[in-house]
């Protein structure tokens, strides 16, 4: 069949947005007719190679939409059915899985930069394949994926809203909550106040934390934080140290959680420097693929206790989080209409990412 989806071609090129073939769905597989999706910055760093997929590709990773045809041997799932698509498949049988560490699945590790589970690709034009970002591919109106990778949730789910947790949602919200491990009483600051960022505010929210400090260098984000938690805001580190400190007694945070729009060496000797004793940095945000070198103390880091921790998907399991973050949202105690600053059509794609470069978007999301 035909869809219309956006496809990055080259490095540093704009995304275009055309018709293409798409195959039916194979065995294990099942195809979508997505709903929305979010722009997230992982996107924009196929453009850049920070993350070095093969192209082409077809972008887009956090969606959520109904499902119109199911592959032969799938039986948990049926047509019209809504799902949130994930973009870590998980085996369930692996050592990670089994010990319920699914986002570090060995088999979406080593599926996710690549065609699908039996090795060909579902999105070919101009005469090649095209690849799926993640496996998923949701700048497309349709896409099919594994069924791995969706997560089925409730008739009347808001789709467009349930869109972001297939990312960035469950990322941010994943990285305070089980990653920094934030508890009730607790200080946290948040490096970057952007579609991560803003969750993780909240994750840390409503796990109960005392004092939760967005640090960003744009005026609008630092007011946005204050909608989704934060207690205060900084425009740099140094200015959220004062902060920190003197809300802490000289005792430091207890979290820092870096969701940088890129995360750089360079940020670690700050956010190590905002943590007190036994203080954990997660670093959420993806870094450049060459970048070897991490600033800090390593004398504050045994004397104190500190800790460095990565955060993939916010340590969450989809299959799990998802659902009980869509209770969260029933319930009132999860924003998420407020995170969508703007919709946009597909063919608006590349406006969108203007957008979120200039600091101008929490959240872009393409309505189909």
């Known amino acids: 069949m035909k869809t219309k989806a956006a496809v990055l071609w080259g490095l540093g090129q704009k995304w275009e947005v055309e018709e293409i073939d798409l195959d ?22 196929l453009v850049t190679g920070d993350l070095p997929f093969p192209l082409p590709v077809v972008g887009g990773h956090e969606g959520a939409g109904t499902i119109v045809e199911v592959g032969p041997g799938v039986e948990d799932l049926a047509e019209d059915d809504p799902v949130v698509l994930t973009f870590l498949p998980a085996c369930g049988r692996c050592s990670y899985c089994a010990r319920g560490m699914t986002n570090l699945c060995e088999l979406g590790a080593a599926v996710m930069m690549g065609p699908q589970l039996d090795g060909t690709h579902r999105f070919h034009a101009r005469g090649e394949d095209v690849g799926q970002m993640c496996l998923l591919g949701t700048f497309s109106e349709y896409t099919v994926v594994p069924v791995a990778s969706v997560v089925k949730v409730d008739e009347g789910t808001a789709l467009d809203k349930a869109a972001l947790i297939g990312c960035g949602v469950t990322t941010g919200f994943g990285s305070s909550v089980r990653t920094a491990e934030v508890q009730a009483g607790d200080t946290v600051v948040v490096l970057g106040a952007g579609g991560i960022g803003m969750n993780a505010i909240q994750g840390a929210r409503i796990a109960g934390a005392r004092c939760i400090v967005a640090v ?18 900084a425009e740099s580190a140094d200015a ?53 070198t991490l600033t800090g103390s390593l ?27 869509l209770e969260l949202y029933n319930s009132g105690q999860l924003k998420l209409d407020e995170l969508i600053t703007r919709e946009y059509h597909l063919e608006e794609v590349n406006e969108g990412y203007d957008d979120m470069r200039a600091g101008r978007n929490v959240r872009g999301l393409i309505r189909f």
């Open 216 to 233: 960003d260098p744009v005026e609008y984000k630092r007011e946005r934080a204050r909608e989704f938690g934060a207690t205060h805001v």
């Open 24 to 45: 039916p769905p194979g065995p294990g597989e099942v195809m979508v007719k997505l709903t929305a999706s979010g722009l997230c910055h992982s996107d924009e760093h």
């Open 240 to 292: 959220a140290w004062e902060i920190v400190s003197e809300l802490t007694r000289g005792r430091l945070a207890d979290a820092c959680i870096v969701t940088t729009g890129v995360a750089e060496g360079a940020y670690t000797a700050p956010a190590l420097a905002l943590v007190g004793k036994r203080g954990r940095v997660v670093i959420t945000a993806i870094g450049h693929p060459e970048e070897q």
């Open 299 to 325: 004398l504050e880091m045994t004397l104190y206790e500190k800790q460095i921790r990565g955060a993939l998907y916010g340590s969450s399991n989809a299959q799990h989080d998802i659902p009980r973050l």
